[in-house]
């Protein structure tokens, strides 16, 4: 079967300038010329389909692009869906200012806070952006350091260089699952639930990497200050339990 465009839109469910943005945008091949005339196929129409699936979803037309491309599996769907969708319900999430009254800081503050890397919002289908109820838990652990006398331009600067090196560790911790967990269950999970396994295995991952995130920085930060008490700078000290001299 061949379409015109706007045949092609109607059963697709879509507006003629969806087929034409999602053809800009290179979701949609070109389609085929007669003259003026252009005819659509059946694989237009499945792609199309296909793209309106994903969409309903919530995937970004960027990794919908991935998926088309087949850079990303079918078996990728859920993993994806859980890392790019909200983990929590609607009604677990805030806005901006729903935020910014339950902390009871202003809302400045707060993008001051998302720009330095620390408040990371999640999406929503339609883009926008919401914050989960447990930033408000963060921010009043923030709060307590301001109480506690360190300068609000101090903490922010020490939060936007933390973000930045935590930022580094999760690319490369990400990496090191896609090479070596997905794509090898990929390839060899024959007779696997490959999607449902990816689904336990990113999560059993996403658990220990936090755990030993939280207890490196912890250890990190005892260490530090008690070479800050003993006057010395840097790893050239033993921790005192391990000193020969004690």
């Known amino acids: 079967m061949e379409y015109r465009i706007e045949e ?10 969806t087929v034409r943005f999602y053809q ?6 070109p389609p085929r010329r007669e003259g003026r005339v252009t005819w659509y196929g059946d694989s237009h129409l499945d792609r199309l389909q296909r793209i309106r699936a994903l969409q309903q979803r919530g ?4 990794t919908i692009q991935r998926f088309l491309d087949g850079e990303l599996e079918a078996s990728d769907e859920a993993l994806v869906a859980a890392v790019t969708t909200p983990s929590s319900a609607p009604d677990e999430t805030l806005s901006l200012d729903q935020l910014a009254a339950r902390t009871g800081l202003p809302v400045p503050v707060l993008t001051a806070l998302e720009q330095a890397g620390v408040l990371i919002p999640v999406a929503l289908a339609d883009g926008t952006p919401r914050y989960q109820a447990s930033d ?4 009043a652990a923030g709060m307590r350091l301001l109480v506690a006398g360190i300068p609000l331009g101090d903490l922010l600067a020490l939060a936007t260089d933390h973000a930045r090196n935590i930022s580094v560790t999760a ?13 090898r269950l990929q390839a060899d999970g024959s007779g ?4 449902a396994r990816l689904m336990e295995l990113f999560h059993e991952l996403l658990t220990a990497s936090t755990f030993l995130v939280q207890h490196h920085f912890e250890r990190a ?7 800050h008490i003993e006057g010395v700078t840097g790893d050239s000290v033993q921790p005192a339990a391990l000193s020969s001299e004690r």
């Open 8 to 17: 092609l839109a109607r059963i697709g469910h879509v507006a003629v300038d």
């Open 24 to 29: 800009g945008r290179g979701l949609l091949p």
């Open 59 to 62: 995937f970004t037309l960027a």
């Open 136 to 139: 408000a838990d963060a921010v």
């Open 171 to 183: 690319r490369r911790a990400v990496e090191l699952f896609d090479e070596h967990v997905r794509e």
């Open 192 to 195: 696997v639930d490959v999607s």
């Open 221 to 227: 930060l005892m260490r530090a200050a008690q070479q």
